[in-house]
């Protein structure tokens, strides 16, 4: 698979990240100040709309496939996000930034449903798990990105060129991705029947969002929680969250891509499992973490679990998932992180009641515990050449 043709169907992944992580992880908290409740429940709502949005968005682009380029539907659903940017920070009280923050997680989503299709199609069984490799890669890359770039910028409160930089880095990937990734037509293949999902999809999504749940729930907050142990305002921990979540997504790529390049179809299981421990005993050791080097210490951990649990959950789901139906079934796949991402914002209120030792001990349990779902399941997750079922 070229290197040209790995690049332009990831590429559409960075400024998701801004969007998604910059936004919600940075921006969110300092448009919003100090409130772990008002984070936590504004936050909530708009992932759950955004939760809502992508598979019905992702089922309109597998129908519409055979007439509109998937690339131009996937560049015009995710333009919408720049209006909600605008909206979020250029205007003040809590209703603004709600329509404003629903905007862009609602595009951001309907972008994203496009976008998670195109490994799927253009990639063969072969090269699958290296192409989820780079996604993953290209993923927590652009969360390194936005994190360091709208961390300093939020250092000062400027929350307008946090918006400019976030405006640009969408332009930019939607002209790389209609430069580098070939038009697509629907093949002469039969759409899946709507409740006809593939054998261990479910249990992917399961696993996914359990994992997941505790680790957005640290990510949430984790401004906040710099604030915390470091003593400092909300509104001038900007730089040193933005540093520090900067390291960690170093810690995420790096994992990625040595799964992305090592995983087989046996070891997917294995790779989930080991993930999501790694990731948990991250969490547990923030519980009594102090000062910077603690926090990044436990973070580390965490970010290589996630690696190690993402890029393989993402290989075992896109092997099984039919070219025909990818919109769909990726969109369906896509919950397993959307509602963790809108749950772990329920967070926010056990936060401001009881402090973070209770918050970070229960997203380690539920972390935890997708070892027990993915465990259970029969499904071998191997790459389908090699699938026995």
């Known amino acids: 698979m070229p290197v040209w043709l790995l690049i332009g169907i990831s ?5 998701l ?14 448009r919003l100040g100090g409130s772990a409740t008002d984070l936590g429940l504004v936050s909530f709502v708009g992932l759950a709309v955004g939760a809502a949005v992508q598979p019905v968005v992702g089922r309109f682009s597998d ?67 290296r192409a989820s490799g780079v996604k993953a890669a290209f993923d927590v890359g652009g969360a390194f990105v936005a994190f360091v770039i709208l961390g300093a910028l939020l250092a000062g409160g400027d929350l307008r060129a946090a918006a400019v930089v976030t405006t640009v880095i969408l332009v930019v990937a939607a002209v790389l991705l209609m430069a ?73 790529a790096a994992a990625a891509l040595v799964v992305g390049r090592l995983a087989d179809g046996t070891s997917r ?8 421990l790694v990731g948990a005993a991250g969490i547990l050791v923030l519980v009594p973490a102090a000062g910077i080097a603690g926090l990044a210490a436990g973070g580390l951990l965490m970010s290589a679990g996630t690696g190690a649990f993402i890029t393989a959950n993402w290989a075992a789901t896109v092997a099984i998932v039919p070219v025909a139906d990818a919109g769909r079934l990726m969109g369906i796949a896509n919950l397993g992180t959307a509602l963790a991402a809108a749950v772990a914002g329920l967070a926010g ?25 993915i465990r259970a399941s029969a499904v071998p997750f191997a790459r389908p050449a090699e699938a026995s079922t």
């Open 11 to 15: 590429v559409g992944w960075i400024p």
């Open 17 to 30: 990240a801004f969007l998604f992580d910059g936004v919600t992880v940075l921006m969110l908290p300092v």
């Open 63 to 129: 129908v519409t496939r055979n007439r509109v380029d998937r690339r131009l539907f996937t560049i015009a659903a995710g333009l919408p996000a720049i209006a909600g940017l605008w909206l979020l920070v250029g205007s003040s009280g809590i209703v603004p930034a709600v329509i404003g923050y629903v905007v862009v997680q609602g595009a951001a989503s309907s972008f994203q449903a496009g976008q998670q299709t195109l490994i799927p199609e253009h990639a063969d069984a072969g090269a699958r798990d």
């Open 180 to 252: 580098l990734v070939p038009a697509r037509r629907r093949a002469a293949e039969t759409v899946r029947p709507p409740l006809d999902l593939p054998r261990g999809l479910g249990a992917l999504v399961a696993g996914r969002f359990l994992f997941l749940v505790g680790t957005y729930a640290v990510g949430r907050f984790l401004l906040l929680l710099v604030a915390d142990r470091l003593s400092i305002p909300v509104d001038r921990a900007g730089d040193e969250a933005g540093g520090l979540l900067a390291l960690l997504t170093l810690g995420t």
């Open 269 to 276: 299981r294995e790779l989930m499992a080991g993930g999501a």
């Open 349 to 373: 209120p056990l936060i401001d009641v009881a402090g973070f030792a209770p918050a970070l001990l229960a997203a380690a349990a539920v972390s935890a515990a997708s070892v027990v779902v």
